[in-house]
């Protein structure tokens, strides 16, 4: 048993290895649906302005004065523990700053010449959000995704190590740590390792993140 059995005599790599699916999977739909509420507000808050960007903005800010993962364990406990509940409590935390995000780049896109020209020739509204603000947005996006997939991982983590995400007998990395924590002192091994996958994946989707903005910033080659 090349990582040791947990206190149950399960062994800890193919429980960490199978544990790997929700860790990964439960995290990019939650960035992804957290985009798809978001984004589109973003970009009608910034490009219409005036009252739509006042009444977007203020409830994104409003969503924005709790921290998430605070905010998250509120919904999880009054909605109620799993997986599911988790992602959906985790999806309504963390939309909003991609709002933000996206209305920034609208509100700077919309003074360029191409959209001025889509206006000056009558183009609809909407036409000009889906096909010219919409697309110009997914750098920073995509960028802050990436980075967003390590958090999540670690709020996922957290969430079931405090009994409010994944429930037992499930394989998740931040119940194995829970299951360990009593055991640390002489069986290391049960938290310590599943804790170890959490952190090189969290690296692993922050370098990429990094490694993104980096290809992504039209500056480095000046």
């Known amino acids: 048993h090349l990582l040791g059995t947990d206190k149950l005599g399960r062994y800890l790599l193919s429980r960490i290895i199978i544990g790997a699916r929700p860790a990964l999977i439960v995290p990019i739909g939650v960035v992804f649906f ?16 005036g009252w739509v960007d006042e009444v977007i903005m203020r409830t994104t800010d409003l969503f924005l004065a709790f921290p998430s993962l605070l905010l998250a364990m ?4 009054t909605i109620g523990r799993g997986l599911d509940k988790a992602a959906i409590a ?3 935390s963390w939309w909003p700053w ?14 360029q010449y191409f959209v001025e020209a889509a206006q000056a020739i009558g183009v609809r509204d909407s036409v000009i959000i889906l096909r010219h603000i919409l697309p110009n947005t997914l750098s920073p996006i995509l960028v802050q995704a990436t ?11 957290g969430l079931a190590f405090l009994g409010l995400g994944t429930q037992p007998p499930a ?12 055991y640390i002192l002489d069986q290391w091994w049960i938290a310590t390792f599943p804790g170890m996958a959490i952190f090189i994946v969290v690296l692993a989707f922050n370098l990429l993140g990094d ?12």
């Open 34 to 49: 957290a985009i798809l509420i978001g984004t589109p507000l973003g970009a009608l808050a910034g490009y219409k302005g």
């Open 74 to 77: 509120t919904i999880a406990a």
């Open 90 to 92: 985790l999806i309504v």
């Open 98 to 111: 991609y709002t933000r995000i996206a209305r920034g780049a609208a509100v700077s896109l919309k003074e």
């Open 147 to 157: 980075v967003d997939l390590g958090t999540v991982i670690l709020a996922m983590g």
């Open 171 to 182: 394989r998740d990395w931040g119940l194995m740590v829970s299951d360990g924590r009593n």
């Open 211 to 222: 490694t993104l903005r980096d290809i992504f910033d039209p500056r480095q080659y000046k």
